[in-house]
């Protein structure tokens, strides 16, 4: 190998160390976002929740569909305000440089029914400029609906038109929040 070639390799394998060493700080900075918004979460803090999303982000779930960064800004405040007996884990954070995986399991009292809820769910992130850009939460609307319903979301919770119901409830709540903060600020 000639000198130069001995140099230009050493400029290639330096410059591809730069750059490993640049993704895993990405990742890092990923995995402690994803810690700083569930620990937030654990806490009912839902403007440190907030804090983590970029101002272009999307929301979705089974139950409130896709939400817009203010939709989802507020869903996470009206929760946060309305939770009862609430205990949040979270596990398995996984991240790369652009995406983050984790499952977390909530456990409260549906305020509706009285009833107690332990929904386990899976989260699926994209990121953009080190914030949440797209936040996926999946996890089953029929269990969901047999824990917060009772023998009715036990019998039905598999139909759509009970899964509607839930989702056009769901909506009219955080319309109803929505217009309250419009009237606050």
């Known amino acids: 190998m000639t000198t130069l070639a001995k140099a230009k390799w050493r400029e290639l394998t330096y410059a591809a160390s730069l750059a490993g060493q640049a993704e895993q700080t990405q990742v890092n900075a990923h995995q402690a976002l994803l810690t700083r918004f ?7 803090d839902a403007a440190a929740m907030s804090a983590c999303y970029h101002p272009d982000a999307q929301f979705h779930d089974p139950i409130f569909g896709t939400l817009s960064a203010p939709e989802v800004v507020a869903m996470w405040h009206m929760l946060c305000q309305s939770a009862e007996e609430f205990m949040l884990l979270y596990s398995d954070v996984q991240c790369d440089a652009r995406y983050g995986t984790l499952e977390w399991v909530a456990r ?3 305020r509706p029914t009285g009833r107690l809820v332990v929904n386990e769910v899976t989260t ?3 990121f953009k400029e080190g914030l949440i850009l797209h936040h996926d939460d999946a996890f089953s609307v029929a269990r969901w609906a047999a824990q917060a319903l009772g023998p009715i979301g036990r019998c039905a919770g598999w139909t759509p038109w009970l899964q509607r119901r839930i989702r056009q409830q769901a909506r009219q709540s955080l319309d109803r929040f929505l217009q309250r903060q419009a009237v606050v600020v």
């Open 38 to 44: 569930y620990q937030a979460f654990q806490q009912r």
């Open 124 to 126: 699926e992130v994209a």
């Open 108 to 110: 409260y009292r549906y």
